[in-house]
């Protein structure tokens, strides 16, 4: 399995960017995908996640009001929508595939098998 994502950039606070994460390979029986970060310095956080139907969404704590995670399911992309960005959201964004099972799958570290090279967002002016 692969993950290429993309998206990434500069973008003034305030701003918006669109990450996108699309899986390719043998791609049977995963419970979701998700997006994580890691900010200089500081450990790998999570961001948000969908079930691989794209019905289910999660979200890490105080992001769900400016960040939208949603699946292609035809595609097996996940895209991250990031509005009013701050420059805390500065970080490699990684995307991750879950190969894990029952509700809680998302929150279940080592069930993230699959990684993919990360992106830099960089929020200043």
């Known amino acids: 399995v692969q993950l290429q994502a993309s998206g990434g950039g500069l973008a003034q606070p305030g701003g918006s960017l669109r990450l996108s994460c699309a899986a390719s390979?043998?791609?049977?029986?995963?419970?979701?995908m998700a997006w994580f970060r890691q900010a200089p310095g500081q450990d790998r956080k999570f961001v948000a996640a969908?079930?691989?139907?794209?019905?289910?969404?999660y979200y890490g704590d105080s992001l769900r009001s400016r960040f939208t995670i949603s699946k292609d399911v035809a595609k097996n992309t996940i895209y991250l929508q990031m509005d009013n960005l701050e420059p805390e959201d500065t970080a490699v964004y990684y995307c991750?595939?879950?190969?894990?099972?029952?509700?809680?799958?998302?929150?279940?570290?080592?069930?993230?098998?699959?990684w993919g090279q990360g992106t830099l967002v960089t929020v200043s002016s």
């Open positions: 991750a595939v879950n190969l894990g099972a029952g509700p809680s799958w998302y929150r279940s570290d080592s069930d993230y098998i699959y």
């Open positions: 390979g043998r791609i049977r029986g995963f419970a979701g």
């Open positions: 969908a079930s691989w139907s794209g019905l289910s969404t």
